[in-house]
């Protein structure tokens, strides 16, 4: 690889984006940034503070008081608020409803995209690739993405692979509850105004519900060879 290469992944909850994502970025040995982490963190951020998450300006004076970080550590990426390692925390339930609901509004994800785009920028200019992986990424942080991917996946497949994360994380949840937030979360990152979850034109689409994890991982390794980045 002669130079560095930033690849945009997008796609619903469950579709694999993270697990695609790791595994180019350890190929890659590229940056690896989990968005919806920072959102998760400013929604962790809010239910400490006991700021009410359906107020944009009161969730925007709150995200521009706090330090968010991805640092990549023995364990993997961690993520840090204001210097603290939160990321056991960001996965509990009411966490990802405070993320979703924070997300929908337009000033914070243009300061969300603003620090995305910072840290692609930096990594860059460092020499390292960046995989980075969320809802927008394609269309608003790194539009000028070598490779741009969209995972989909059927919702039920989607449903099963988020129960069985929650069950590793000692969470108990059923899977009609689960089914029931996929679709909200769907109709919520569709329907936002703020950067809706969308298939850009030049994107790959890769439909995973019935692949392996390494059969994902090598279709999007056949697609950087196509196009001659590796």
Do not use: H, W
């Amino acid at each position: 690889m002669n130079k560095p290469i930033k690849i945009a992944i997008d796609g619903p909850v469950g579709s694999g984006k993270g697990t695609l994502a790791i595994a180019l970025a350890k190929r890659l040995d590229a940056l690896y940034v989990y968005t919806g982490a920072m959102y998760r963190e400013l929604g962790l951020a809010c239910l400490r503070k006991e700021i009410n998450v359906k107020d944009e300006s009161k969730v925007l004076q709150v995200l521009n008081k706090i330090s968010i970080e991805l640092r990549k550590t023995s364990e993997g990426i961690r993520a840090f608020l204001n210097g603290e390692d939160v990321s056991d925390e960001l996965f509990q339930p009411r966490v990802s409803k405070a993320a979703s609901s924070i997300a929908i509004f337009p000033k914070v994800r243009k300061e969300m995209v603003s620090r995305q785009k910072k840290m692609v920028r930096s990594s860059v200019q460092t020499g390292k690739s960046v995989v980075m992986e969320g809802r927008d990424i394609a269309a608003d942080v790194m539009p000028n993405a070598e490779l741009k991917i969209y995972l989909t996946a059927d919702i039920k497949a989607r449903a099963k692979r988020r129960l069985i994360q929650f069950e590793k994380r000692g969470i108990k949840m059923q899977f009609a509850d689960v089914l029931k937030d996929l679709e909200e979360r769907d109709r919520r990152d569709t329907q936002r105004s703020a950067s809706p979850l969308r298939i850009v034109k030049d994107a790959v689409v890769i439909d995973t519900t019935n692949d392996t994890i390494d059969e994902t991982v090598n279709k999007a390794i056949n697609k950087l060879k196509e196009k001659n980045l590796i």
